[in-house]
Nanobody, 115 residues
Framework: QLQLAEFGGRLVQTGESLRLSCTDS????????IGWYRQAPGKQREWVAG???????NYSESLNGRFTVSRENTKNMVYLGMKNLEPEDTAVYYC?????????WGQGTQVTVSS
């Protein structure tokens, strides 16, 4: 059973930057593609960004280039860098991985952007 954990969320003001981190309990983290998702109050969870095993990235077009996903395999970490944050970015952010047909989620980390 893999256990993911996200951390780094907090209250920020509009225009500030923030970096979220994601790791897991297993020893295969570096061999799995990781996705970042978010769920705003009253809305469905939406995909934000993803990074492949080799480091290729893709992003939701709605972000307008403000977010950057990266991974640091020596530390078993994946990051989501966010800049120019807006109140609309307020959400619980989750990282996710799929292994052997099972998708695992962390507990999420809250990001709140005040106007």
């Amino acid at each position: 059973q893999l256990q993911l954990a996200e951390f780094g969320g907090r209250l920020v003001q509009t225009g500030e930057s923030l970096r979220l981190s994601c790791t897991d309990s297993g020893n295969i983290f570096n061999y799995i593609a990781i996705g970042w998702y978010r769920q705003a109050p009253g809305k469905q969870r939406e995909w934000v960004a993803g990074i492949s095993i080799g480091g290729s990235t893709n992003y939701s077009e709605s972000l307008n280039g403000r977010f950057t996903v990266s991974r640091e395999n020596t530390k078993n970490m994946v990051y989501l860098g966010m800049k120019n944050l807006e109140p609309e970015d307020t959400a619980v952010y989750y990282c996710s991985e799929t292994w052997s047909g099972t998708t695992y989620w962390g507990q999420g980390t809250q990001v709140t952007v005040s106007s």
